[in-house]
């Protein structure tokens, strides 16, 4: 009698174990992707520095001139904030050209409209995006920027994975941050290389300048975009990718 009671639970108890839940710690859009092995910065400001500052050092125009913008390119610009780089990606790409503003802080979208009608900036958009998904229309862009934001990405895979499919033939990402860790606004080259490798780009350049207070890298989708079950995540500590 006693093994048959334990006859009955056993498929009770694999019934259980097979139907686990959905992750409803994590946004929708991010479950069935792998969480990030690394810590997240706060999102502190959506101004990065003055303005001002960053003219004096030449910073956009420096990563302009890398990324190859010029008039007629089309341009997402990712954790937009204030409009640095929209408004001067904007002057760059000309009538032609396009840019859309994109962040997940809808205030600061607000913000940034303003100033967009207020200086009659024709060839700009926006767009409020997840922090899982930046939203963006598939087969769009020529360029996609993600400028001192990448390190506050907490779903960087899911994140990736979604962005990829928004970029055209030929199309590039271009990453600008700082080589220090994660929870301190940067990310450590090696562990940037990795993940986006794990979700299908290559790197096609790099380089440090002092304008930037950091890095620049691009890179472009490479192959079939992976399934999120096949994404092997990165190690914090290394940057290299995770052995099962």
């Known amino acids: ?29 991010a479950r069935g992707f792998p969480r990030a092995d690394r810590p997240i910065s706060k999102v502190v400001s959506t101004e990065f520095s003055t303005e001002d500052q960053r003219d004096n050092l030449g910073e956009a125009q420096v990563v302009m001139d890398l990324a ?7 341009v997402a610009d990712i954790g937009a904030g204030e409009g640095y780089y929209t408004v001067r990606l904007a002057e760059r790409v000309g009538s032609k050209g396009r840019v859309l503003a994109q962040d997940i802080d809808g205030e600061a979208m ?16 926006i767009k409020v995006g997840a922090p899982e998904d930046p939203r963006l229309p598939q ?5 996609i920027f993600l400028v001192h934001m990448y390190h506050e990405v907490a779903e960087p895979y899911a994140f990736l994975w ?11 990402v271009i990453v600008v941050d700082a080589d220090r860790a ?3 606004h940067g990310i450590p080259p090696s562990l940037l290389f990795c993940e986006f490798n794990a979700v299908g780009f290559r790197l096609v350049e790099f380089v440090r300048k002092p304008e ?4 620049y890298a ?27």
């Open 1 to 29: 009698m006693i093994r048959r009671a334990a006859a009955l639970v056993l498929p009770l108890v694999l019934v259980a174990c097979n139907s686990a839940e959905p992750d409803v710690s994590r946004a929708e859009g």
């Open 68 to 74: 190859a913008i010029r008039a007629g390119t089309t």
């Open 110 to 125: 607000q913000r940034l409209g303003q100033r967009i009608v207020r200086e009659r900036l024709d060839n700009v958009s």
């Open 139 to 143: 087969n769009s862009f020529d360029r």
């Open 162 to 172: 979604h962005l990829r499919p928004a970029l055209r033939q030929g199309g590039q």
């Open 182 to 184: 994660t929870d301190k």
């Open 212 to 215: 930037l207070k950091g890095y």
């Open 218 to 244: 691009q890179f472009e989708a490479v192959g079939p975009r992976p399934a999120a079950k096949d994404i092997k995540p990165c190690t914090a500590a290394k940057g290299k990718t995770q052995t099962p």
